[in-house]
């Protein structure tokens, strides 16, 4: 039996010291990277740029598509997230804003120190070589 999959636009935000951005929603434990689900006539880039500047404040000029991954969704267990991610630069530090209750920035050198189970195996496994770190063991 197959699994619901949610499809979601996700994006990676780093900063100048290449910390990525990750986001814990009110009401979740769950940190992942900003995005959420494609609304009707969207564009996985649109959703991600709307999601960005629902969820964390900010307006990003761009993205570049990173890649496309199949994972386990942290904030609907029992579901997976077919994602489209896309990368961009930060311009400034953000603030929690909109929907989110914590913002976390984690080390690429580390990416398993993020404080849950199911983001760490995402960048480590696909996001982190994605952007030409390399997929860390730990």
Same mark, same amino acid.
């Given at each position: 039996?197959?699994?619901?999959? *949610? /499809? ?22 769950? *940190? ?7 609304? %009707? &006539? ?5 959703? &991600?740029?709307?999601? /960005?500047?629902?969820?964390?404040? +900010?307006?990003?000029? &761009? +993205? ?13 267990? &029992? ?5 489209? +991610? *896309? ?5 400034? /530090? ?11 920035? +984690? ?19 696909? /996001?982190? %070589? ?9």
């Amino acid at each position: 039996m197959s699994r619901p999959t *949610f /499809v979601v636009a996700a994006v990676c935000l780093r900063d100048d010291a290449g910390r990525l951005l990750t986001v814990r929603k009110r009401g979740t434990r769950s *940190f992942m990277l900003p995005g959420g689900k494609i609304e %009707p &006539g969207e564009t996985p880039a649109e959703a &991600g740029l709307r999601e /960005v500047r629902e969820e964390v404040g +900010v307006d990003l000029a &761009g +993205v570049v598509l990173l890649g496309h991954f199949l994972a386990d969704a942290a904030n609907e267990p &029992g579901h997976l997230v077919d994602s489209t +991610v *896309f990368t961009a630069d930060l311009p400034g /530090v953000p603030a929690a804003a909109g929907e989110i209750a914590e913002l976390r920035w +984690v080390d690429p050198a580390d990416p398993g120190d993020v404080g849950d189970v199911r983001l760490a195996p995402l960048l480590r496994d696909h /996001v982190l %070589p994605a952007l030409g770190v390399g997929s860390a063991r730990g």
